[in-house]
């Protein structure tokens, strides 16, 4: 991939949930690229369509209508996703966790392990691995959350809220641990957000109202 080619572009992309009256749609034609090493703040309150323009970027949902093109050589572990809730599994521990994208991908356990371990350290985790996610707090658990991103060395990363259940003081700490992510790997980081706070540590900000993607300022 040649490196200014953007990894995913939308193009007038919408989506609708259900038809007829009851239909919903969640984003109107949104134009958006993300390139190499981006750091793009979404920003708006709940409802806006913030989550579901993340799945489209995402691929976890198909454009009703326009189009969502991502990279060719853009492969599904090259995308990493970090959700509002922590989505860690009750039965293992944060270290088996962090590891659980690499061991899907083929990697020996053993490998995974010690690059579960050093992403840990890295977002200042290290001394949970071997907890259970019950034995840790929803902030840490994010922080694992952004370890387990980093593990698996995407070029995208995709954070949902990451900090929206959160306080201040914890939520910069997990923001932390994903521009760590980001800029140990080089990926792109779009963050979605309805913190001011959180957006203006990125270095783009995008503002989404009532499923409309609004232009940058000073963009007509």
Do not use: W
């Amino acid at each position: 991939m040649p490196p200014d080619e953007p990894l995913v572009v939308c193009r007038n992309a919408a989506l609708t949930f259900g038809r007829g009256p009851q239909a919903v749609v969640a984003v109107h034609g949104a134009e958006l690229e993300i390139g190499p090493g981006d750091r793009l703040a979404v920003v708006g309150p709940s409802g806006s369509g913030k989550s579901s323009l993340l799945h489209l970027l995402a691929g976890l949902e198909q454009p009703t209508t326009g189009t969502v093109r991502r990279a060719a050589s853009l492969g599904p572990y090259d995308i990493g996703l970090v959700f509002q809730g922590d989505s860690l599994i009750p039965a293992l521990s944060v270290a088996e966790n962090t590891a659980l994208p690499l061991v899907l991908a083929g990697r020996p356990e053993d490998e995974a392990r010690q690059a579960a371990l050093a992403a840990l350290a890295l977002v200042d985790a290290a001394d949970l691995a071997d907890r259970l996610p019950e034995e840790i707090s929803g902030g840490q658990a994010q922080r694992v959350a952004a370890a387990r991103v980093l593990a698996q060395a995407p070029r995208l990363i995709l954070a949902d809220e990451p900090t929206g259940r959160l306080d201040h003081t914890t939520g910069a700490r997990v923001l932390d641990a994903l521009l760590t992510a980001a800029d140990h790997t080089g990926a792109a980081l779009v963050v979605t957000t309805h913190d001011p706070a959180i957006a203006a540590r990125l270095t783009a900000r995008r503002t989404m109202r009532d499923g409309r993607l609004l232009a940058p300022e000073g963009v007509s």
